[in-house]
């Protein structure tokens, strides 16, 4: 199992510019998610899905959107890029999407920078 | 309402112990620790269901006081493989399952 998957690994954005984080897993994992980790803040989470075809915004969900038409990709679009989403960026994934206490599984993380 | 970890960062030689807290001021369902090493993308080590359950991991373990809305990390005999960074993510009653609200981190560093 490659586990959670996400590419790129870096990139540059010019303010205004929109892109796609991809994100994957190969575990089979109902919840999937994605954060943003800037200094001092910890892991903030942006949007979340408990399956295929279901999506819920986080706590900072502003300027983000997501779909998930598979079990196994959950990508994060970047609408008109700003500096202030400068970050890197993580997708994570949870065997189940109810209460049962799973840990949740990180990618490797993409770091982004807008100028 | 983003979950206060103390102290922010703690120093360590081989073989001392810290203790790592992590306080909400809304009602818990569990907690969970996770840590980050630089450059790396953070790992699970335990949860903590309500209850005062206390959890182990290897010389690392963890208490969850319900009441209290607290949890607290014990690093026993610290290694140089525990440096990194300690996250708490809390689970109130209210959240969509799995979904974690982190704390900002504790900065570990330990010395040979």
């Known amino acids: 199992n490659a586990g959670v998957t996400q590419t790129p690994k870096f990139q540059v954005l010019k303010t205004g510019q929109s892109m796609t984080l991809q994100c994957a897993q190969d575990?089979?994992?109902?919840?999937m998610s994605w954060y943003r980790q800037d200094p001092g803040m910890g892991l903030r989470l942006i949007h979340y899905?408990?399956?295929?075809?279901?999506?819920d915004q986080g706590e900072v969900p502003n300027g983000y959107n997501v779909s998930r038409s598979t079990t196994e990709d959950f990508p994060l679009r970047l609408l008109s890029a700003a500096p202030s989403q400068t970050s890197v960026y993580f997708c994570?994934?949870?065997?189940?999407?109810?209460?049962?206490?799973?840990?949740?599984?990180f990618g490797p993380g993409t770091r982004l920078t807008v100028l | 309402q983003q979950p206060v970890q103390s102290p922010q960062a703690v120093i360590l030689r081989e073989g001392e112990d810290a203790v790592i807290n992590c306080s909400s001021s809304?009602?818990?369902?569990?907690v969970h620790w996770y840590r980050q090493k630089h450059g790396e993308a953070p790992v699970f080590l335990m949860i903590?269901?309500?209850?005062?359950e206390q959890k182990g991991h290897d010389k690392i373990s963890a208490s969850f006081n319900e009441k209290k809305q607290q949890s607290s990390l014990y690093l026993t005999a610290s290694q140089l493989s525990y440096s990194g960074t300690y996250f708490c993510?809390?689970?109130?009653?209210?959240?969509?399952?799995?979904?974690?609200?982190f704390g900002g981190g504790t900065r570990l560093m330990v010395k040979p």
């Open positions: 899905s408990v399956g295929a075809g279901i999506t």
């Open positions: 903590l269901l309500k209850g005062g």
């Open positions: 809304k009602a818990l369902y569990s």
């Open positions: 994570a994934s949870s065997p189940s999407s109810g209460r049962s206490y799973n840990e949740q599984f």
């Open positions: 575990m089979n994992h109902e919840y």
């Open positions: 993510g809390t689970e109130g009653p209210n959240n969509a399952g799995n979904m974690l609200t």
